[in-house]
């Protein structure tokens, strides 16, 4: 029997059972960096839109956003959310918070037109924030920590007005 057949034989003796139990362990085995996705409009509502999330990473932000200046921590390679805006925002403000005061949380934002945004707490509060006007059009945004392979769980808080 050459070997082709053998593999369908020995696939068929397996059963549909075992195949579902190996793509079950496969799927929990594989590492899991899933995003949140969300769509806004000019007032939304609630105001803020809060997104939970996992921080930090490997990766350099740096890297990320394809510029070394003021883009400090590490993040994973794949954006924690995709935020896209279907209008023109005059402001748009982003902060990031955590529970633990060990945490030290950072950001970055790429969007349309060559939009990068990176943000820690140096402006003066304890975490992350960056507002400003954007253009329509979908943003990615990473958080990371500044200490590499560090995990935290955060919160986004995204509003129409600065947050304090």
């Not at 969300?38 to 007032?43: A, C, M, S, Y």
């Not at 509502?45 to 956003?65: F, H, M, T, W, Y």
């Not at 070394?68 to 994973?76: K, L």
């Not at 769980?153 to 947050?163: G, K, R």
Request: aromatic fraction near 8%.
């Amino acid at each position: 029997m050459d070997i082709y057949k053998n593999c369908q034989v020995n696939m068929a003796n397996l059963g549909w059972g075992a195949l579902a139990g190996i793509a079950v362990t496969l799927a929990i085995a594989a590492p899991s960096f899933a995003q949140s996705a969300i769509t806004l409009d000019r007032n939304f509502r609630p105001d803020p839109e809060k997104l939970l999330g996992n921080g930090g990473g490997n990766v350099s932000l740096a890297s990320l956003a394809g510029i070394a200046d003021n883009c400090r921590g590490f993040a994973n390679a794949e954006p924690n959310h995709t935020i896209t805006l279907n209008e023109n925002f005059p402001l748009l403000d982003l902060l990031v918070y955590t529970n633990n005061v060990n945490d030290d949380p950072t950001m970055l934002v790429k969007g349309p037109n060559g939009i990068v945004i990176c943000a820690d707490d140096e402006s003066g509060g304890r975490y992350p924030q960056a507002n400003r006007r954007l253009p329509k059009g979908t943003y990615q945004v990473w958080v990371g920590s500044k200490n590499i392979n560090q995990s935290f769980s955060y919160m986004l808080s995204l509003s129409e007005i600065v947050q304090k």
